[in-house]
C-alpha cells in the first residue's frame, strides 16, 4: 500500500483552515448586525431623552437626518454611536439615566498546529457551533469615580484541542470608563420650559372680631363700630340678612349703623367684601324692645265674682321680638288673652274669678318680648271689691202716643252692670235691656199701664225696683199740628203764621227772633220709630231755599234739646234728617241752600224729616217733648221761614 503524501495532509488543512475562517467571517457579520440592531431599538424605544427642534442624529434612520420638535425621542448613547448637533437655540438633552450598550469583539480562538501523528491517532471531533454572545443592557448607575464593568460575559464552552483545529469564540467585555474630572463642558443654550400661567395672588378673607356697641334699643337707629381684619372698600354687613347702613369699610374698621325698628332678637353679624368673601361673627349683636310706658287700666276696679275684660293704655308696647311674648300681669297673677292693638293699646282678661284672686289694690306690669324683658308699670292700678247688687234705676218716666209707650230712666254707673230688667205691673216681667229706654207696643189706646225697672250686675245680682211710671196710649190726629205759638222780636209776617197744618204761608224770623209752638202736656214729640217731627219751610218755584235756623225741644221749658241746626258751620248738626246729605255734599250748610220737592216730605212736599233720637245729640228718651221752639243762628243774612210743625210720633 502506497504512503500518503505529505501534501495530501497539508492540502486537508489547508481547506479545514478555509473553512474555519469562513465561519469566522460569517460569525463576525451576524454579531456586528446584532450590535447594530440593538443600537437602532435603543434609538427608536427608549423615551427618556428628546430629540428638539433642529437636532441631527448620525444614526437617524429615516432619509435627511431632520426631525420636527418633539417628534423622536432616543436614548442616550456613547458619543462613538449619536453624536447631537445642536446650534444655539437647540440641545439634546438627558431625561433619564444613562445607559451602556457593550462592545463585544469576536476572534478565532489559536490553536496547537496539527501534526500528522495527532491526525492519525485523533479521532474526528465534532466541533461545537460558535457561540453568540448577547450584551447584556445594565444601567450604569450615578458615575463614583471608579469605573465599574457592567459585566462579563461568560463563555459558552472551549473545545478540547485535537488535531483538528476548532475556532474558538472569546468574548472580551468592554466597559466604558467613568470620567472622574469635572468635564469641561461646551456652553449650553437654554433649556425650554412650559411658560407658567400667571395667577391672582390669593386676597385674604375677612375676619370679624367685634361689634361696640353690641345691645341697642331698636327704638332709633344704632351707630356701631366693626372691628377686625381684612375688610375692603365697598364691603357690606348685615344682622341675619338685616342690612346695616355702612358708611366706611376701612381694613381693619367699619363704620355702620342698625336700622331702627329692627326686630328684638340675637343677631349674628357677617361681613362681605366685594369679591364675595365674608366671615360670620356668632350672637354678636343684640336688639332690645323699649321699656313699655304703662298709663292706665280699665276699668280699673273690679269683682271676685267674674273674670273682666281690660283695656290697657301707655305707649311702646311690641308685638315682635324673640325670646318670649308681649305680657301683662297683676303682681304675680298672668293677665289671660292679651292683645296687641297698637303700640298705645292692650286688650287683656284680668282672671278675678278663676284665679281665685283676693280682695285688694294691685300693680299693673306690662312686659314686652325680646332680650332682657323690658317691663313697665303701674301703681294702685287694679282693685278687687266685693260684690254687692247694684242701685236701683233713678227717674223711671214714661212717655205716650199713638198705641206706645215709651219709657225712660237715668242710667246706673256701677263698673259690673250688665243690664235691666222692665217690669209692667199688669204683666210682671216684660224683658231685659242693656240701655237705658224700653218701647212698649203691646198697649191700647185709652188705657193707662205702669211700669217699674231693676238693675242686673254681671253676677245677676238684681237691684231694688225703681219709681212707678204711668202713661196712657192715645190717638194723635188731633194733636198733630198746633195753633199754640208765641213769638219774640220783629218778624217778618204774622206769628200766627207758624201754627197750625203747612199752608206755604210763612213767618220770618232773624237775629234775636224766637218762635215757640206748645202742643200741650202729655201730648208732647216722643222717641217713637223713624221720623218723629217734620218742619215745613217755604215753597216757592219747586223747591225750598233753607234759610240759617235752629230748632230745640223741651218738655218742661227749662232744659232745652238742639235737635237741628242749619248754620253753614258743622254737617253732623242736621243728622238724622233728610236733608243731611246737602250739608255734607261739599259746600257745606249754605245759606238759601236750594232743596227740591221732590227730596221733602211728604215727597213731593216742603217738609224736613227729623228723628229725635238719630240727632248728633239725642235727648234722653221717656219724655213727651211739647215744646218747639225756633231761633235765628248767628251768620245769618236773610230771614227763616217757618211755615208748620208737624208730630208724627
Not at 390669593?202 to 345691645?215: G, L, N, R, S
Not at 196710649?473 to 198746633?482: E, L, Q
Amino acid at each position: 500500500m502506497a504512503r500518503p503524501t505529505s501534501d495530501n495532509g497539508q492540502g486537508e488543512n489547508r481547506e479545514r483552515g478555509r473553512r474555519d475562517w469562513l465561519l469566522f467571517l460569517v460569525v463576525m457579520l451576524l454579531g456586528f448586525s446584532c450590535l447594530f440592531g440593538a443600537a437602532i431599538m435603543a434609538v427608536r424605544q427608549d423615551p427618556r431623552w428628546q430629540v428638539y427642534a433642529d437636532m441631527f442624529s448620525e444614526l437617524n434612520p429615516d432619509a435627511g437626518g431632520e426631525f420636527e420638535a418633539g417628534e423622536l425621542k432616543v436614548p442616550p448613547l456613547r458619543p462613538e454611536v449619536m453624536t447631537p448637533q445642536w446650534s444655539s437655540d437647540s440641545l439634546l438633552t438627558p431625561a433619564g439615566t444613562l445607559v451602556v450598550v457593550p462592545t463585544m469583539v469576536v476572534g478565532p480562538q489559536p490553536t496547537a498546529t496539527p501534526t500528522p501523528q495527532g491526525i492519525a491517532g485523533a479521532s474526528p471531533t465534532p466541533s461545537p457551533p460558535p457561540t453568540t454572545l448577547t450584551p447584556s443592557l445594565t444601567p450604569t448607575p450615578t458615575p463614583t469615580g471608579t469605573p465599574t464593568p457592567t459585566g462579563t460575559p461568560t463563555p459558552t464552552g472551549t473545545p478540547t484541542p485535537t488535531g483538528t483545529p476548532t475556532p474558538t469564540t472569546t468574548s472580551t467585555p468592554t466597559t466604558t470608563p467613568t470620567d472622574t474630572s469635572t468635564p469641561t463642558s461646551p456652553p449650553q443654550p437654554p433649556t425650554r420650559t412650559n411658560t407658567p400661567v400667571p395667577t391672582d395672588t390669593p386676597v385674604p378673607p375677612p375676619i370679624v372680631q367685634a361689634i361696640t356697641p353690641d345691645t341697642g334699643v331698636n327704638t332709633a337707629a344704632v351707630n356701631v363700630t366693626i372691628s377686625g381684619l381684612n375688610f375692603q372698600a365697598g364691603c357690606s354687613a348685615s344682622l341675619d340678612g338685616v342690612p346695616l347702613a355702612v358708611s366706611n369699610c376701612a381694613p381693619t374698621l367699619i363704620q355702620a349703623a342698625v336700622p331702627v325698628g329692627i326686630v328684638a332678637g340675637y343677631y349674628d353679624l357677617t361681613v362681605t367684601n366685594p369679591d364675595s368673601q365674608s366671615d360670620v361673627l356668632p350672637n354678636a349683636y343684640t336688639a332690645t324692645n323699649p321699656i313699655p310706658v304703662v298709663a292706665a287700666i280699665n276699668p280699673n276696679t273690679w269683682f271676685t265674682t267674674t273674670d273682666r275684660a281690660v283695656t290697657i293704655t301707655g305707649g311702646n308696647f311690641r308685638n315682635t321680638g324673640a325670646p318670649g311674648a308681649l305680657r301683662a300681669r297683676l303682681d304675680g297673677v298672668p293677665l289671660l288673652n292679651v292683645t296687641y292693638v297698637d303700640q298705645n293699646t292692650l286688650t287683656a282678661v284680668v282672671p278675678c274669678r278663676s284665679a281665685g284672686m283676693g280682695l285688694g289694690t294691685y300693680t299693673l306690669y306690662v312686659t314686652n318680648p325680646g332680650p332682657t324683658d323690658p317691663t313697665g308699670s303701674l301703681a294702685n292700678a287694679f282693685t278687687i271689691v266685693a260684690d254687692t247688687p247694684p242701685a236701683a234705676p233713678a227717674n223711671l218716666r214714661a212717655a205716650a202716643g199713638e198705641s206706645q209707650i215709651v219709657l225712660g230712666w237715668d242710667p246706673n254707673s256701677e263698673i259690673d252692670l250688665a243690664g235691666y230688667n222692665v217690669y209692667r205691673t199688669d204683666s210682671g216681667f216684660l224683658t231685659a235691656v242693656t240701655e237705658n229706654s224700653y218701647r212698649d207696643a203691646a198697649v191700647t189706646n185709652g188705657t193707662t199701664y205702669t211700669y217699674y225697672v231693676t238693675a242686673i250686675d254681671v253676677a245677676s245680682n238684681e237691684s231694688a225696683a225703681s219709681n212707678l211710671a204711668s202713661a196712657q196710649p192715645y190717638d194723635i190726629t188731633p194733636y198733630m199740628y198746633t195753633t199754640s205759638v208765641t213769638c219774640t222780636g220783629s218778624l217778618v209776617g204774622s206769628c200766627s203764621d207758624a201754627g197750625g197744618p203747612p199752608d206755604n204761608v210763612p213767618v220770618g224770623i232773624d237775629n234775636s227772633d224766637t218762635i215757640t209752638l206748645d202742643f200741650g202736656t202729655g201730648r208732647g214729640i216722643i222717641d217713637g220709630p223713624g221720623s218723629d217731627m217734620v218742619f215745613y219751610e217755604w215753597l216757592t218755584g219747586g223747591s225750598i231755599y233753607l234759610d240759617y235756623i235752629t230748632i230745640d225741644l223741651s218738655a218742661d221749658g227749662v232744659t232745652w234739646y238742639t235737635v237741628f241746626e242749619w248754620d253753614g258751620d258743622n254737617p253732623g248738626d242736621v243728622s238724622g234728617t233728610n236733608v243731611d246729605g246737602y250739608a255734607s255734599d261739599g259746600d257745606g250748610e249754605l245759606e238759601d241752600e236750594p232743596i227740591p220737592q221732590g227730596d221733602l216730605y211728604p215727597y213731593p212736599g216742603s217738609g224736613i224729616e227729623i228723628d229725635i233720637g238719630a240727632v248728633q245729640s239725642p235727648p234722653p228718651p221717656g219724655y213727651s217733648f211739647h215744646l218747639v221752639r225756633f231761633t235765628y243762628p248767628a251768620g245769618g243774612t236773610d230771614y227763616g221761614q217757618i211755615d208748620a210743625v208737624e208730630r208724627l210720633n
